[in-house]
């Protein structure tokens, strides 16, 4: 490709918007070009590296087994409301409404429609296992966009599903996926890992995020570096510790703290740390009021605490239904005393002595508080995110944190889709049982910026072989002398001809000025 033939658009100035660097060299390069909030044009300097993302998943899912299909953006929402996820998904989920006032969602995700799919088709033992997959655009109604295609609202992504008879069948298919995933992340040229997560609002009993490695990632990566266990921050389940045998000494004691609500304002009021506080928080669980206790300095990781109730939607209390549960305004409930309210306390919480807790009361607080002797929660579990320094539940040794860009997500999804939408095959006795499917989704267009998060200098983009949109420029330094165009021609159809991708920049330019974009792209 001659640059004066192509589209290839550079910049020397980003908008102050553009926070990450793969954001502002995607935008310099001339790689994409921003139309709204959170929608881009891929350019084509961009679309052919996303055509070689693209090229590199289907080959290794075809490897796998799986067959690519082509579904709807546009999704009927009497579909998701068979699955209660009309409800359920929130306001990311992109809404609208057509002539005959029916309603649609522009697709986030298609389990959905897949699960109608097959259910209409298949009907037989004998015609599974199924494992189908597509590369499509997805719309989700981000609250706040950034980060250009890393956090967008309208971008692609290979989502893939399969249907299998059986438990043994469904984990089968899983790990070939898994592996699939590996591949496909190894040849991008990853530095990467893979590591447990919750499944959120997908579902499913397990699953596996896959994180490329770089610091202006927003996930974090809890690892223990002597068993090699790796899990996301909401799946990082932190070691229980030792509990004394016996409470603290000191007597409970009711003391005023006039408008101090947070543990940060009352530990300061009292003198102490926030760690020598016990806050609690109320929330609304399958409409259910509970509340979760946890120490005052850690944060209560929700995805825990709905895996202990059991609940499948987790809701902060409103002020009035914490008003009405603990008798006090926003930030004063406690456990002593409360009742008619499920609490689950943090492991934490038991090996403590003495702290501080809301007293159920405006202004007011308790000191000395002792669980076991003071109060008594239903349940203790970990409930709260693990911080660095917390040890690893499996071996003691203290995790390591790293920051992480998700690209991939593999989910086991087991029966939820299948039992809520009738997707039933007859086996061999000639009875119905529910399909048993997996969830498999790659970020196609986050790929490129994750790539460059990874791999970049002052100077621009270092592209993996696998992913660069050419291997090589040729750069004439004079376009006007004979000589060095006849050479520089040559040059090019002899790269050319061996297919080897090249860009001949033959554009009256100063040399410096052409060699400072052959290094930015």
């Known amino acids: 490709m ?23 060299l995607m935008l310099r390069a001339g790689l ?22 693209q090229r590199i998943i289907r080959e290794e899912m075809n490897a796998a087994g799986a067959e690519e299909l082509l579904m709807p953006v ?12 009309w409800d359920v998904y929130g306001r990311e989920l992109m809404r609208i409404k057509d002539w005959h006032d029916r309603e649609f969602a522009l697709g986030p995700t298609h389990e959905e429609i897949i699960t109608d799919l ?14 189908l997959y597509q590369l499509q655009v997805k719309f989700r109604d981000e ?22 008879r059986d438990e043994r069948g469904a984990e089968a298919t899983y790990r070939k996926m898994y592996d699939a995933y590996v591949k496909i992340f190894t040849r991008c040229g990853f530095e990467f890992s893979a590591v447990s997560a919750e499944s959120g609002a997908i579902g499913g009993s397990f699953s596996h995020e896959f994180m490329v490695l770089a610091d202006s990632g927003e996930e974090m990566l809890f690892t223990c570096p002597k068993c090699g266990t790796a899990s996301s921050r909401d799946r990082a389940a932190c070691a229980k510790p030792v509990a004394g045998s016996e409470c603290g000494t000191g007597k409970m004691e009711k003391v005023s703290t006039p408008g101090m609500k947070s543990a940060e304002q009352v530990a300061s009021f009292l003198k102490t740390v926030p760690a020598g506080l016990a806050k609690t928080l109320i929330y609304e669980a399958d409409g259910e009021v509970v509340a979760a206790m946890v120490r ?3 944060e209560v990781n929700e995805a825990k605490l709905m895996r202990e109730l059991s609940c499948s939607e987790l809701r902060m209390a409103s002020a009035e239904a914490i008003q009405k549960a603990t008798g006090a305004p926003v930030g004063f409930a406690g456990p002593v005393g409360l009742k008619g309210v499920k609490t689950v306390a943090d492991c934490l919480i038991a090996a403590m002595k003495d702290f501080v807790t809301g007293a159920n009361e405006s202004d ?23 911080v660095e320094g917390d040890a690893c539940p499996l071996c003691g040794s203290a995790y390591a944190v790293k920051r992480g860009i998700e690209v991939g997500h593999v989910f086991k999804l087991g029966t939820k889709y299948s039992k809520a939408m009738n997707a039933v095959y007859l086996d061999e006795k000639g009875v119905e049982q529910p399909m048993v499917m997996g969830c498999y989704g790659i970020g196609v267009s986050r790929i490129i910026a994750a790539a460059i998060e990874q791999s970049h200098d002052d100077n621009g983009i270092i592209w993996h072989p696998a992913l660069a949109p050419y291997h090589v420029a040729v750069v004439p330094l004079n376009v006007k002398d004979e000589k060095s165009m006849a050479c520089t021609e040559k040059l090019y159809r002899e790269l050319e001809s061996r297919g080897i991708e090249t860009l001949l920049d033959d554009r009256d330019a100063g040399a410096g000025f052409k060699l400072k974009d052959a290094d930015l792209i």
């Open 74 to 85: 546009l999704t009927p929402a009497e579909l998701w409301k068979e699955t209660g996820r």
């Open 364 to 386: 007011a607080h308790y000191v000395n508080v002792n669980m076991g002797r003071d109060f008594t929660p239903e349940i203790v579990a970990d409930i709260r995110f693990a």
């Open 118 to 131: 097959v259910r209409r088709e298949v009907r037989s033992y004998r015609e599974l296992p199924k494992n």
């Open 296 to 298: 005052g300095d850690m």
């Open 32 to 53: 994409i070009r921003k139309l709204s909030s959170g929608v881009y044009t891929l350019l084509p300097l961009g679309l052919r590296v996303l055509a070689k993302v």
């Open 143 to 164: 609250i706040r966009p950034r980060f250009g295609v890393m956090r967008a609202r309208e971008f692609i992504m290979k989502d893939g599903y399969s249907f299998d």
């Open 2 to 24: 001659r640059w004066t033939a192509s589209f290839i658009p550079p910049r020397k100035e980003v908008p102050s918007e553009a926070e990450l660097v793969s954001h502002r």
